[in-house]
């Protein structure tokens, strides 16, 4: 058995790093990753419906609702009525967030910079060129999945 991480345990390491230095940095805003996250998210998506949000998050719906809830306490979000469909609310941010939002950016872009340090542009690009394939592959291999378990199993 070789000491060398894996590339997977390797990613998984730096990706919670980056989590845990973003979350030192954002300590005194009084948010939670969870709702830090979903923050961005929606910034990228308003109008988008709990369960949608719910979807790209990863997230049970159920759990979204409390994460809503409390953002919506604070005057962040708001929850409009879908025109059509009584059952279904569209989610947008409210000004108050906005300033927030600048912020989540700011201290993202430092977080990245703590990491990216000494690490060249040009090595930069090809790191995001290489990550970008991986996304990609891993997308259609998880589309492929489902949709063969979709045809054989119903």
């Known amino acids: 058995m070789t000491s060398t991480p894996t590339l997977g345990f390797l990613l998984h390491d730096v990706a919670r790093l980056l989590r845990k230095r973003f979350e030192q940095r954002a300590r005194g805003f009084g948010l939670t990753r969870s709702q830090w996250q979903t923050l961005a998210y929606l910034a990228s998506n308003e109008g988008?419906?709990?369960a949608g949000l719910a979807e790209m998050l990863e997230i049970e719906p159920i759990t979204l609702v409390r994460i809503l809830d409390k953002m919506a306490?604070?005057?962040?979000?708001e929850r409009r009525q879908h025109p059509t469909d009584r059952r279904i609310w569209l989610l947008y941010l409210r000004d108050e967030a906005r300033p927030l939002l600048a912020r989540i950016r700011s201290l993202g872009d430092?977080?990245?910079?703590d990491a990216l340090e000494g690490i060249s542009d040009e090595d930069r690009n090809r790191l995001f060129e290489?990550?970008?394939?991986?996304?990609?592959n891993l997308l259609?291999?998880?589309?492929?999945?489902?949709?063969?378990?979709?045809?054989?199993?119903?």
């Open 48 to 50: 988008i419906h709990q």
């Open 73 to 77: 306490d604070r005057g962040l979000i």
């Open 110 to 113: 430092a977080t990245m910079g």
């Open 130 to 136: 290489a990550l970008t394939l991986m996304k990609t």
């Open 140 to 154: 259609q291999g998880c589309r492929l999945a489902a949709a063969d378990k979709e045809t054989n199993h119903g």
